[in-house]
């Protein structure tokens, strides 16, 4: 088994909030991306085809602005068996903002063999839509659901986000009604945080917008998080909730430690003990690769104590958490810290220590605590 992950760059603007690694284009250079991608997978060793893919995820930036024409040649040269399109066992996820879902996408997406589509809906409010840069407004959010359920593509995963300043009077619960009436197989929730040299931190920073309100991270986390489990939606990790058989495959994988190939500018690839990234904007990537160099920015190889709590903040992340003899003897835990439990920050669920919703909230500062616990057991 083997995961692949696909950087897609490109964006047609920056949204308010984001610090991700994107370039910001009016026309999208496919064919300089799709070559450069091509000859960097040729210089993967072990190729990923070799070892046989169970995921392929295209993330971004935006990747539902590449042509499908370029989706079909990357998949193809990823993995050119014959189960390459349509393998129904094989999970293939597409980011795509809404408003390029139309119903030909959506068509050539299925047919090139994407079974699995993650939409940045964010928000079903135009105001709020608006205040994030984003492209797109609510229609096309249901509108977009609908094309790709017309194609076929039904594993359809919603991303919002929550915690947003006091002054935009964000109707959390109207949002969360809006998108639950669309039935998606998925959900991913991320609070809005302030990331350095961004459109939002600019606006605060000059007293145009006011900082998000804790309080109201806090309830909207905890809100969303009792309206999805009565609606049968599992909160298997911290920021996502799926149908059941619906969590994703690829970012489990993650969570569980497991190797992964990163193609494209600012992709990580890990091998379970290495991890490597590459030049993190385009034109260098590109470049870098066009001249045969490698484009690779550095490398960190964890030592076994970061392996082990790495393990630990992985797992606390998910539904399943970790068990008291976490990653070796040196961090067992021999029982479960009695203050944290009584917080309700923890649970014991048999040898299993687990966050709840609460203790999601506070994940970081958690996993701190309990990792100088264990190294003083
Ligand atoms: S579409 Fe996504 S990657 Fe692009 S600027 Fe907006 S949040 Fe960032």
């Given amino acids: 088994m083997q995961h692949l992950y696909v950087h897609v760059p490109f964006c047609v603007r920056r949204c308010s909030y984001c610090d991700f690694s994107i370039a910001v284009r ?3 250079p496919a064919n300089d991306y799709v070559n450069a991608v091509l000859k960097e997978l040729g210089t993967a060793n072990p190729a990923p085809a070799a070892r046989g893919l169970d995921t392929i995820y295209f993330g ?3 990747p539902s602005l590449l042509p499908p024409e370029a989706i079909v040649t990357i ?7 014959p189960t390459a399109r349509g393998d129904r066992d094989r999970e293939v996820t597409l980011e795509a903002n809404p408003e390029d879902v139309t119903p030909d996408n959506a068509r050539a997406w299925h047919a090139a063999g994407i079974n699995r589509v993650s ?11 608006k205040w994030m840069h984003r492209s797109h407004d609510a229609a096309r959010i249901g509108a977009a659901v609908h094309a790709l359920r017309g194609a076929g593509i039904d594993n359809i995963s919603l991303d919002l986000i929550f915690g947003l300043p006091n002054e935009l009077e964000r109707d959390w619960e109207h949002d969360l009604d809006m998108a639950l009436a669309l039935r998606p197989t998925h959900l991913s929730l991320y609070g809005l945080t302030i990331e350095p040299r961004t459109p939002l931190e600019r606006w605060i920073s000059r007293g145009a917008t006011a900082a998000p309100d804790d309080q109201r991270y806090a309830d909207e986390y905890l809100d969303a998080n009792r309206r999805l489990t009565t609606e049968n939606y599992e909160f298997y990790e911290v920021s996502n909730a799926s149908l059941p058989g619906y969590r994703s495959r690829h970012n489990s994988a993650y969570w569980a430690g497991k190797p992964y190939v990163g193609l494209g500018p600012a992709a990580h690839s890990f091998d379970g003990r290495t991890r490597r990234w590459n030049l993190r904007a385009w034109e260098a990537y590109r470049r870098a690769v066009a001249e045969g160099r490698s484009p690779l920015e550095s490398e960190e190889t964890l030592t076994d104590e970061q392996r082990e709590i790495e393990a630990i903040y992985l797992g606390l992340r998910t539904v399943e958490g970790v068990p008291f003899a976490a990653a070796s003897p040196r961090r067992r835990l021999t029982s479960p810290p009695p203050h944290l439990a009584a917080q309700g920050w923890i649970q014991v669920t048999g040898d299993r220590l687990k966050c709840t919703p609460e203790g999601w909230l506070r994940l970081d500062s958690l996993v701190n605590e309990l990792t100088m616990q264990t190294e003083t057991q």
């Fill in 26 to 28: 009016k026309r999208i």
């Fill in 75 to 81: 998949l193809s040269a990823a993995d050119p068996g």
């Fill in 119 to 129: 939409l940045g809906a964010q928000s079903f409010d135009d105001g709020v839509l």
């Fill in 60 to 62: 971004g930036g935006t």
